[in-house]
């Protein structure tokens, strides 16, 4: 079995793009933001408690998250992706005392110069109906409002959570909270960097190489 990939990076810097690209080496993705904002949509207890702390770009307190996460991922027949989580030194300890129990992994940092990712993220959309991620300056769909992958029209959506005011708050906490988790994972010899202002198709095969 491949190793799980736990991979590291600011609001914006392809966390989400490349870890649906890695789908199809066998990876199953999983990402805390995403079973979050599901349980915004299905309007459950937890999504009625998070969802103003999402919106304001806050983290949710690390116990709720990790058993989230704990209720959403069995880490014995397939390898995960882990994206958006840990998101502090805490959550790294947590998840590998209660999910991974030192199962094999490796700690992919997406480095890239945190000023370009405001632009970046403000200008990011998804589509809603399969979830590719596209930039209305660098990743337009080919036909104007028609996902590229699975055809849907009019579903492509800017999250709340990506204006610019929030976008700030979430790289400044990013910042105060990542060197920690490098250091972390460094000291077991299990921390790659990877170059992520290169272009998606480059990055990708960065991380190919890596994982191999
Ligand atoms: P993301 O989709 O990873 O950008 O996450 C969106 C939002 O969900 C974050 O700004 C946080 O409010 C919340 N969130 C996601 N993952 C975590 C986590 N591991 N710990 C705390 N909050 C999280």
Known sequence: MKPHLIILGAPGSGKGTQAARLVENGFKHIS?????????????????????IISRGDLVDDNTVMALLKANCSVDKVSYIFDGFPRNIAQAEMLDAELLHGRKTLAVYFKIDLGILIDRVVNRRTCGSCGEIYNLSTKVPLVADVCDKCGAIGTLKQRKDDNREVVANRLKIFAETVEPMLAFYRSKGVLVEIDASMQEKDVFSELETVIS
């Open 32 to 52: 805390t933001g995403d079973l979050l904002r599901s349980e915004i949509a299905k309007g459950s207890e937890l999504g009625q408690k998070v969802s103003g």
